[in-house]
């Protein structure tokens, strides 16, 4: 089993691979794509590719903080 201090934790991912890794639908991440407005993406050789790493920080950054109930 890898752990996260692999080489391998950031390998590129499929566009299906990183759909999974966010749980949304393949055409999800296409859509988000074209609308510029999903996770950032690699394109070499003109594959689209994602690492792991720019999941993780789109995550991040779209993280929503609780407010507190004024009671």
Same mark, same amino acid.
């Given at each position: 089993?890898?752990? !996260?201090?692999?080489?391998?934790? !950031?390998?590129?991912?499929?566009? =299906?691979? +990183? /759909? @999974?890794? =966010? ?15 999903? %996770?950032?993406?690699? $394109? %070499?050789?003109? $594959? ?5 790493? !720019? =999941? !993780?920080?789109? =995550? @991040?950054? +779209? /993280?929503? @903080? %609780?407010? /507190? @109930?004024?009671?």
């Amino acid at each position: 089993m890898r752990n !996260d201090t692999t080489p391998y934790r !950031d390998r590129p991912m499929t566009t =299906l691979e +990183a /759909a @999974e890794y =966010l749980s949304v639908t393949r055409r999800t991440m296409e859509r988000w794509r074209s609308q510029r407005i999903g %996770p950032r993406w690699v $394109k %070499p050789g003109g $594959k689209c590719l994602y690492r792991r790493s !720019d =999941l !993780d920080a789109w =995550l @991040e950054q +779209a /993280a929503v @903080e %609780p407010v /507190a @109930e004024h009671g």
